[in-house]
């Protein structure tokens, strides 16, 4: 009846589960991020609950219910294993799921057997507290959910192991999640040009209680090398080798403490390894294509350049990029790494497409697309030797107000490029006017009032920049 599927839909929005924590599937590839838990079951067994719940969810993302149902089963099975004592508290989010799977299958029946299920195990577990209990591992079930489904959920995962922490402080699960979840919003707030707030002390504190958890191990390392402690990060990553040798999370980790450190060679030997343990992993590819386009650009700078190793180089990073852009279209980076390298092959058609292909989508975050309008002036610079569009697309990247690595990036190189210019040429009016605008849209109006009244100098009688002028003199 209507109203028991009424009261069925309320029952269902309290749940705490993968389908009332909001999260969407714009923001990730699915099928890559399935790639990723399938290949987590594989190799970390004490996450399994988590993961085939995830895996459930993502499942019914994909509109395959009968897969989610046998995921949910899996889960079932690992509680039963890890868990046997507390069936009912480790099952409270499973069975969420299988309630809000059975209601999009339309069994309503099961649906409500299963919300039973979790209101009396909750009135159960909650019989000395007033009102509902709050679970600490349940908070930390949303975490790893949230850090799962990328950078707009990072902020979101972090307060779910804060919560966590509040009720089991030494708990070594929730402050393993709390030190991912703070580097990678450092990591996030670095590109932001964002206030970071450091992690360092988060990755101790989650190592000193997880001392075998090599993947808290290589972020510390790679923290450490941040602050210029390498040696020190080296030791981590050495000892880490010796525990997980055959770990891909880790491995990834550790190649790319190698790659930053120069040493590409045992960056790419690493990631060969773990790309034969986890073939369809996206960030390996990524970083395998990174290896070889540092190779290519290496090369290029040594006096006798040898062309055929060069060739070789460009094309194993284009396959690798090309095999992540395929399966995560989501990863705009990867696409100007591509962009860039078919550019570094002079196969500047294919470059242009790519970078088309990008620059027309219209749901791109502020920092991809400023990042995006860096490589692709620096693509009409370099090879297309078009200033003008260099010059046109870098204050695009301006033009977006929030602050960003791409953001700064465009603003060091228009500057570069018309300073240059005016070096050169003796500056016509239009170089002034237009380095009046950069100094504006950075907000530096004493600058920007000079160059406007140079380029009224040279060019009396334009309107443009008398409007500019007078509007930057009234603001002051």
Not at 375 to 391: C, L, P, R, T, V
Request: hydrophobic share 35%.
């Amino acid at each position: 009846s209507t109203t028991s599927k009424n009261s069925l839909e309320t029952s269902l929005l309290q749940l705490e589960c993968h389908f009332t924590w909001t999260l969407l599937k714009q923001h990730v590839s699915l099928e890559s991020l399935e790639d990723t838990i399938v290949d987590h079951i594989k190799f970390v067994t004490e996450s399994n609950i988590t993961d085939y719940n995830i895996l459930c969810y993502v499942c019914h993302l994909k509109n395959s219910n009968e897969e989610a149902l046998k995921n949910l089963k899996k889960a079932e099975e690992a509680v039963q294993k890890l868990y046997p004592g507390e069936t009912a508290r480790r099952s409270l989010v499973t069975w969420a799921n299988y309630a809000w799977i059975y209601y999009h299958m339309q069994r309503y029946e099961e649906a409500q057997t299963y919300v039973s299920k979790v209101e009396n195990s909750y009135k159960k577990l909650s019989s000395t507290t007033h009102g509902r209990i709050q679970l600490p591992e349940i908070y930390a079930e949303q975490g790893w959910a949230s850090l799962r489904f990328g950078n707009n959920y990072f902020e979101r995962a972090k307060n779910c192991f804060e919560n966590a922490l509040k009720i089991e402080p030494d708990n070594p699960d929730f402050n393993a999640g709390y030190a991912i979840a703070m580097y990678r919003l450092e990591n996030l707030a670095e590109r932001y040009c964002e206030e970071i707030r450091p992690c360092l002390e988060a990755l101790k504190h989650a190592m000193e209680l997880n001392p075998k958890n090599t993947t808290i191990m290589a972020l510390l390392a790679l923290e450490l090398q941040r602050l210029k402690q390498v040696d020190e990060g080296e030791r981590y990553i050495e000892e880490a080798l010796q525990i997980t040798p055959d770990f891909p999370v880790f491995l990834r980790y550790a190649a790319m403490f190698y790659r930053r450190k120069g040493e590409v060679y045992k960056a790419v030997e690493i990631l060969k390894k773990a790309l034969a343990l986890t073939p369809k992993s996206v960030f390996l590819h990524h970083q395998l294509g990174l290896c070889y386009k540092f190779k290519i650009l290496e090369l290029k700078r040594v006096r006798y350049i040898p062309q055929e190793k060069v060739e070789t180089f460009i094309q194993f990073a284009i396959y690798h990029f090309k095999k992540v852009i395929d399966k995560k279209p989501t990863f705009v980076s990867a696409h100007h790494d591509l962009a860039n390298t078919y550019a570094l092959g002079k196969r500047y058609e294919e470059a242009e497409e790519v970078f088309q292909e990008v620059l027309q989508r219209n749901n791109l975050s502020c920092g991809d697309k400023q990042e995006l309008y860096f490589h692709y002036g620096n693509f009409q610079h370099f090879h297309m030797n078009s200033e003008s569009k260099a010059i046109k697309y870098y204050i695009e990247g301006l033009k977006m107000e929030k602050d960003s690595y791409g953001r700064k990036k465009c603003r060091e190189a228009v500057e570069m490029l018309l300073k240059q210019k005016i070096k050169r040429s003796l500056g016509d009016a239009t170089d002034f006017g237009t380095l009046g605008l950069v100094h504006n849209l950075n907000g530096e109006k004493q600058k920007a009032i000079e160059c406007y009244e140079k380029a009224i100098a040279l060019d009396p009688n334009n309107e443009e920049y008398q409007n500019a002028l007078f509007e930057l003199q009234l603001s002051i």
